[in-house]
């Protein structure tokens, strides 16, 4: 950027660039604080620093990418976790992170209860930073889940776009800032929608891996994970979970849009991809979500043996990577 403006081809990033605050001013989102980015690489993303720096709806040289749900964005000044039906407001997005305490159905571990998927998508960042810097767009802020006499954890995010290229890469360093060990669950909810998602798309996994359904319903999907069907009225759900042993990735391609989305991730901190498929007229979605957890719940997940914990002042560090090219 620093170079075309040196040689004079422009006088202004923003002429190349977007990277602005607006703010929704009616219906149910109003209120709703948006980052709004724009790369000369055709990439278009709304950044939502009042739930947690998430990432809304997603372009890609002017074609949609992400997947909305029928709810959309509401205002966070309405989104209280313990309050709202977690139904009629998740909205999608490109990435809704679920956590930090508990993911998966809402329930009771002890003497405390945990709303479906957790509280994250409902804090609000602090200390929040949007600036071009050089060649790449960095917005970064601090997100924490506290409790008096109990819990602190402090999540710190990062997310780097090219400022010329198509892709978006979240950085996300989670700390327990507590002398006390700390479970904590977290998913990566990538959702991803049509045009992009079609019956003419497919899905590319690595072969070295192994693919567990969730229910019984999911099982009978078995084989045809990979690919998609047009909307069907009243379909259910079908959850897999992907374990690879080697190769954290994976890749949507649609020939008829001519477009393919890679996607990466941390696999040493995140083993799981959750994948999410739903053919139903209306909430026709796929959901890539890498995950350090089975998604049961704090309550199951303990019994089961497979609660993560983070041990006092320890730190770890996720990684997702997505990015859109043309075929």
Known sequence: MEQLLRQGYIGNPAQLVTLRRVTVSEGRARGTEIIEVKTAGGLELDILPEAGLDIGQCRYKGTNMSWM???????????????????????????????????????????????????????????????????????????????????????????????????????????????????????????????????????ELPEDRETIPRTEFAKTGLGRECTFDVPIPGEEERVFFQKMRRDFRACLHNPDLGVQMHFSWSGDTLPILSQWRSMASGDYVLGLEPTNCYIMGRHDERENGTLPVLKAFETVRHTVHIEFTEE
């Open 69 to 203: 749900s029928k709810n959309g964005y509401d205002s966070p000044a309405v989104i209280h976790p313990f309050e709202t039906d977690f139904l009629n407001t998740f909205p999608g997005g490109l990435l809704y992170t679920c956590g930090l305490r508990s993911a998966g159905p809402a329930n009771r571990d002890g003497d405390e209860w945990f709303p479906l998927h957790g509280r994250y998508h409902s804090l609000q960042a602090e200390q929040v930073c949007a600036e071009i810097t050089g060649d790449e767009i960095v917005v970064k802020g601090v997100i924490r889940e506290t409790a008096l006499f109990g819990h602190c954890l402090e999540l710190r995010r990062v997310i780097r776009i090219p400022a010329f290229g198509s892709s978006v890469t979240v950085e996300d360093t989670i700390t327990n800032e507590t002398p006390k060990d700390e479970e904590f669950m977290q998913i990566y909810h990538c959702n991803f929608g049509y045009p992009l998602l079609s019956e003419k798309a497919w899905l």
